[in-house]
Structure formats: C-alpha cells, structure tokens
C-alpha cells in the first residue's frame, strides 16, 4: 500500500536475508535502471519474467523486490509453482490519507494522481481505495504474510521476528532493524493512529463507513 510502510518492510526483508546469507544485488533485468532498489511498479510479465530468470541464471536464492502493484497473471504463477513468497503490510486508509496529503504538500511521492495535486481527503480517498484493493489481492493467498503497520512502524524488531519466521532464518533482530531504519528514507509521520488527533470527526466517520469491512479485518 502507498504510504503504508512499504520501504521499511523491504528494507527489513533486506537486512534479514543479507544476514542469513542471501545476497542482495541490485537486479539487472526487470528493474528500471535509475531505481536504486528491486523495485517494480507493477509486477507486469515483461518485467518479473526477466528478473526470475536473471535470479536464477545468477544463483541466487532469495531476493526482495518491492511493488505497489497487484497480483498479475504473472505473479500468480510464480506464487503457486513456489519462486516467490511475500509480505503486505496493512495501514489505517485514513492514517494512509493523511500521508498522502503530507507528501502533496511536500512535493513527495503519491502526492499527485494522475498528475493533479492532491488536495483533499476525498482526493486521496480515489487512491486509497485502489491501493486496498491491491492489498487484499496478495493478502488472499497463503504465502503473502500480512503485517500490521502500527507494529512494523512501532514495535520493528517484533515485526522482524514475523518476517524471519515466514523466511525460515535466525538472525539478530536487533542488528537487522537497525541496519533496516538506518537505510529508511521515506518517512511517514511517526504518529500512531495519526487520524485520531488530526481528522475531524466528519471525515473519519467518512472513511470509517467507506472502509468499514478492511479496517474491521486489518486495522
């Protein structure tokens, strides 16, 4: 999810299979070249087909790529022939909100849609619900662990437990939190449940009504 603790689940995924042993080199085939990161957009065919082979040409045994995108035909095969496990961290829509409004005012990242500043909460609530959408997509299937952002955001190294537990490591938790934040660069505001002092009571009944089922389920 957009402004959903993405980067530090990747980073921490990251930091744990660097301390097990799994390299993590930036791929060639499948990532855009100017992207620091595994990172995929969308993890389209013509963009995860050339990275599973290039992981597999190399040798290498798990990598972490980073998506915003949902589950493509793709995808979906590599989930049930076992090239790919995965996370989705789970955020409160209206915490997400509020980020997004954040990131238009700074000029960061989903602060526009479709090239038009965000302005409103009703403006953010168009991507919110798409990215929902997304998250629910991967947390159907049973190799996607799901984790809470209040806990990975919060309570970090107890978040690295759940990670290392789905990947089958033992690590130092410490260390790899750590070594995770210190890589972190996109920082949402560190508020727990931020929309409890920051929206006003109409809109959060709003995107309670709106998001009732995922935030009764997730949040």
Sequence with gaps: MAK????LAFQLTRAI????GHLQPKLRAGVPAEKKINFMQAMTPQLLNPALREIERRQLSLVAIKTHGGVRSCSLKALRRGQMIGQAVARDPRDIALSML?????????????GVTKATLEDAMIHV???????????????????????????????????AGQLGVDVDLAACTA???ARFTQF???VPHRHRQEMAAEDIERYSLE???FIQRWC
């Design 129 to 163: 619900r798409g990215h929902i959408g997304r998250f629910e997509e991967w947390a159907a299937h049973a190799e996607i662990l799901t984790l809470d952002y209040e806990r990975l955001a919060f309570d970090t190294e107890a978040a690295a437990g759940e990670i």
């Design 188 to 190: 949402n505001k560190g």
């Design 17 to 20: 299979l660097e301390a097990a």
């Design 211 to 213: 998001f009732a089922e």
């Design 102 to 114: 954040d990131a238009a005012a700074s000029g960061g990242a989903w602060g526009e849609r479709k």
């Design 4 to 7: 959903g603790g993405s980067t």
């Design 179 to 181: 070594q995770a934040k």
